[in-house]
């Protein structure tokens, strides 16, 4: 089978179209045919640390595609059966663990940029109907963390308001699942156009950040200066405090992003004088993930793809990425 690796090599270099023999099947494991994966911020963090790496990995966490074959003790799934591949493939339910995040695709072990991947039966899920592989492959990382932020992590109601930062992978997915839920959204994004955008998606109101610098008075002043129930942090230090200031008094910040860096002062007052609650999210386990596929049947929302790149063209497509230029999500095909 072709796969890609990362090599040690600079940024994007480290991308190396390779031949691998194909994956065993254990009895309990399914193999895959991929035909579609989709990038998120952290693929393009490890490709750029892979110098340091002491051994080639396949990268990317988020992929769907149609069985193969089937271990002698699988149940769940039959050849031709449609999956996506959950981010955490040990993470079943409960907390994450050292265990689990050590097994994430595309970091602690080999990922799904490969025509033919085998995981356990339980890692896998079955996505809604309808929705092509190219959408499917959306789902596991930048869906399932915009719902755990939205409906796990927090649990936001009809009527509240949300502020969702920019109009990445996680921040559009949390725009629409925010509206199909009768929650109020304002998005805060530099550009115009995708400005417009998100308002053609159902935003509420929109901040350009850039001209409002404090964007998170501006945001509570559009409440009525009561402030919003949920934030949706994908920036890190860089804007927790515009966060922290846009949120009312008891409300909820889901973190879940170091855009802005890992670390950095931030105003620890606001967050016990607000009484707020700062909520850590990393995507989520494989029943979170099957709970927001049945929201998705339920709801027909479809992911909204910015650009589909060809096989050959992954590293076209981690650029693409890195340049902040994409509305939504960034995919391969393969």
């Known amino acids: 089978m072709r796969a890609y690796e990362l090599r040690p090599r600079p940024e994007f270099e480290s991308l190396t179209l390779v031949e691998r023999p194909s994956p065993p099947v254990g009895p309990s494991d399914v193999r895959v045919r991929v035909r579609a994966v989709s990038l998120n911020y952290r693929d393009l963090t490890i490709a750029r640390n892979a110098v340091k790496r002491s051994a080639p990995v396949i990268p990317i966490s988020d992929g769907a595609g149609e069985v193969l074959e089937v271990g002698k003790a699988v149940s769940r799934w039959r050849v031709g059966d449609r999956v996506i591949a959950s981010f955490f493939p040990t993470w079943i339910s409960g907390s994450l663990s050292d265990f689990h995040h050590a097994n994430a695709l595309g970091g602690g072990r080999d990922g799904m940029l490969a025509e033919e991947v085998v995981l356990p039966e339980t890692a896998w899920v079955r996505p809604p109907d309808g929705l092509s592989f190219e ?3 959306t789902l596991p990382c930048a869906g399932l963390t915009a719902w755990n932020a939205l409906f796990e992590s927090a649990s936001l109601k009809p009527g509240e308001t949300v502020l969702v930062q920019g109009t990445g992978g996680v921040s559009v997915f949390a725009l629409q699942l925010a509206k199909a839920a009768g929650a109020r ?12 955008r998100a308002q053609e998606l159902g935003a509420d109101h929109v901040i350009d950040y850039r001209a409002e610098p404090h964007w998170g008075k ?9 402030g919003v129930d949920l934030v949706v942090e994908v920036g890190g230090p860089g804007t927790f405090d515009q966060s922290t200031a846009a949120l009312r008094y008891g409300g909820t910040m889901s973190i879940l992003g170091v855009l802005t860096g890992t670390s950095g002062p931030v105003n620890t007052y606001a967050i016990f004088h607000h009484a707020l609650r700062i909520a850590g999210v990393y995507v989520g386990s494989v029943e979170m993930l099957e709970r927001f596929v049945r929201a998705l049947a339920a709801t027909k929302i479809r992911p909204i793809i910015d650009r589909v790149f060809g096989f050959e063209e992954v590293p ?3 650029r693409h990425l890195a340049s902040g230029a994409h509305f939504g999500k960034v995919v391969v095909r393969l």
């Not at 501006?218 to 009561?226: E, H, S």
């Open 316 to 318: 076209a497509a981690y």
């Open 185 to 196: 959204a304002i998005v805060t994004s530099s550009s115009e156009q995708k400005r417009r």
């Open 135 to 137: 959408e499917g492959a």
């Open 218 to 226: 501006a945001a509570k002043a559009w409440t009525g200066d009561r």
